[in-house]
């Protein structure tokens, strides 16, 4: 166990539906990052939190938003859904932001299927 | 830009056998290096890293891995493969400096069959 939770685990939605997708990072971590992981793209970097402000983002959609509240917990909030964001959605956190060694932890993962 | 290549998808090998996953990187100066391992349907668990000093880094599980700066590999090895080392493997990347993101490789597939 890392010491990542997310939830929720599995969620099945329809096209055009907005979803949220939750995080608490391991006791004592201030960095979270949300990954998505899909057969055809592998695993991609969305966007980074420290500390509750942004400090990097990836190939993260227009139609994708995440925010990092002060208890350090992170959502990932996607909206007007389509067939091709079926995926899994990782969240990961470290004690400190980029550019020093400490590595990043994983959770389980939160499976998306939009039907 | 920094980019991470794992040049094989899948990687088959006996039980018994050594093991080695390849990891090339493309990054300006010196990198981090990271090795995480994926069971099915399960999250990217973390099995070492290369920071600074031993080119040698030895992990969970009995991994290791060499980290070859003239050839900007990293690839990892274990002397003696288990059938429940079967999964898929992850080379990451992270340039020293404020603001860089972990980059991760495609996956290589590992097999260890009895």
């Known amino acids: 166990d890392s010491g990542v939770t997310q939830t929720p685990k599995h969620l099945i939605t329809a096209t055009g539906q907005r979803v949220t997708l939750r995080c608490s990072p391991r006791?004592?971590?201030?960095?979270v990052y949300w990954y998505q992981q899909s057969l055809d793209q592998g695993l991609q970097f969305l966007i980074q939190?420290?500390?509750?402000?942004?400090?990097a983002k990836g190939n993260i959609l227009e139609r994708f938003s995440a925010q990092q509240f002060p208890d350090l917990h992170s959502e990932l909030n996607l909206s007007s859904l389509e067939l091709g964001d079926s995926a899994l959605y990782f969240c990961?956190?470290?004690?400190?932001?980029?550019?020093?060694?400490?590595?990043?932890?994983f959770g389980e993962g939160s499976w998306l299927t939009v039907v | 830009a920094q980019s991470v290549a794992q040049p094989e998808d899948q990687v088959n090998v006996a039980e018994g056998n050594p093991l080695t996953v390849k990891c090339t990187y493309s990054v300006s100066g010196n990198p981090y290096l990271f090795w995480y391992v994926q069971y099915p349907n399960r999250g990217l668990q973390f099995l070492l890293k290369?920071?600074?000093?031993?080119?040698l880094v030895k992990g969970s599980y009995g991994f290791e891995a060499e980290f070859n700066k003239s050839q900007t590999s990293f690839h990892l090895k274990k002397p003696s493969a288990l059938v429940s080392d079967s999964a898929l493997y992850f080379c990451a990347v992270r340039e020293r400096g404020y603001g860089q993101n972990f980059v991760f490789g495609p996956g290589t597939r590992l097999s260890v069959l009895p």
């Open positions: 939190y420290y500390n509750g402000e942004e400090r």
């Open positions: 290369y920071i600074t000093g031993d080119n």
């Open positions: 006791s004592g971590d201030l960095s």
């Open positions: 990961a956190s470290s004690v400190f932001e980029g550019g020093t060694g400490n590595t990043i932890y």
